[in-house]
T-cell receptor, first 115, second 110 residues
Framework: GAGVSQSPSNKVTEKGKDVELRCDPISGHTALYWYRQSLGQGLEFLIYFQGNSAPDKSGLPSDRFSAERTGGSVSTLTIQRTQQEDSAVYLC?????????????FGPGTRLTVT | EDKVVQSPLSLVVHEGDTVTLNCSYEVTNFRSLLWYKQEKKAPTFLFMLTSSGIEKKSGRLSSILDKKELSSILNITATQTGDSAIYLCAAYNQGGKLIFGQGTELSVKP
C-alpha cells in the first residue's frame, strides 16, 4: 500500500447532512491537495496543504467546506449541510514537496452523491 | 484568471491511428505543464514538461511544450483500445497550484 488512499470510496448522503472524506497520502509526502471533479469536467482545485498548514484555500467553494491535516499526514475534507451540487468525485493527491517541480500522485477518489 | 484549455473535448479513432491532443494555457508565472491519463478514477502521471522544444517520450506516447505559443501537444502513435481514457493537461503556476484543463476523452475502437 504505497499509494494515496481515500475513504470511503463511495458515499451517498441526504441533502443537509454533513460528510467527512479522508485522504492518506504517500508516506513522506509533505504536500497534499484536494480536488473536485464533476461529471464530464476537469479537476477543480479546492485546497493545498504544506505540512499541516494550508497556504492556499482559494478553491473552497463556500464556507460549508473545510479541511484539516494533522501530523503532516492524514487529511479530512468536511462538507457541512450538503447540497445536491456537491455531488462529485473528490480526489486527493500528494507530492514530495509543494513546489512546481514534482508530479502529484492521485488517490482513487471518493464519489459523493447527495440525494 | 489562470486557465488551461484542451482540444478536442472528445475523439473517436480506430486502432492503429495516430492522435494528437492539444493543450493551451494562460497561467500566471507558468512553471511547468503535466499530462495525466484518467481511466477510472485516479489520474496517472504521464509527463512533466518544463523546457520548450524538448520532446519527452514514453513508448508510443510523446509530448512537447511550446512556451512561445503557450501550448503543448500529446501524441499517441499506433493507438490501442487500452489507450481509451480521459487525458488531462495541467499547468503549475508560481504558487504551486496545478490548474487542470477539462480533459480530452479518447475512445479507440477495435
Amino acid at each position: 500500500g504505497a499509494g494515496v488512499s481515500q475513504s470511503p470510496s463511495n458515499k451517498v448522503t441526504e441533502k443537509g447532512k454533513d460528510v467527512e472524506l479522508r485522504c492518506d497520502p504517500i508516506s513522506g509526502h509533505t504536500a497534499l491537495y484536494w480536488y473536485r471533479q464533476s461529471l464530464g469536467q476537469g479537476l477543480e482545485f479546492l485546497i493545498y496543504f504544506q505540512g499541516n498548514s494550508a497556504p492556499d484555500k482559494s478553491g473552497l467553494p463556500s464556507d460549508r467546506f473545510s479541511a484539516e491535516r494533522t501530523g503532516g499526514s492524514v487529511s479530512t475534507l468536511t462538507i457541512q449541510r450538503t447540497q445536491q451540487e456537491d455531488s462529485a468525485v473528490y480526489l486527493c493527491a500528494s507530492s514530495p514537496r509543494g513546489v512546481e517541480t514534482y508530479e502529484q500522485y492521485f488517490g482513487p477518489g471518493t464519489r459523493l452523491t447527495v440525494t | 484568471e489562470d486557465k488551461v484549455v484542451q482540444s478536442p473535448l472528445s475523439l473517436v479513432v480506430h486502432e492503429g491511428d495516430t492522435v494528437t491532443l492539444n493543450c493551451s494555457y494562460e497561467v500566471t508565472n507558468f512553471r511547468s505543464l503535466l499530462w495525466y491519463k484518467q481511466e477510472k478514477k485516479a489520474p496517472t502521471f504521464l509527463f512533466m514538461l518544463t523546457s520548450s522544444g524538448i520532446e519527452k517520450k514514453s513508448g508510443r506516447l510523446s509530448s512537447i511544450l511550446d512556451k512561445k505559443e503557450l501550448s503543448s501537444i500529446l501524441n499517441i502513435t499506433a493507438t490501442q483500445t487500452g489507450d481509451s481514457a480521459i487525458y488531462l493537461c495541467a499547468a503549475y503556476n508560481q504558487g504551486g497550484k496545478l490548474i487542470f484543463g477539462q480533459g480530452t476523452e479518447l475512445s479507440v475502437k477495435p
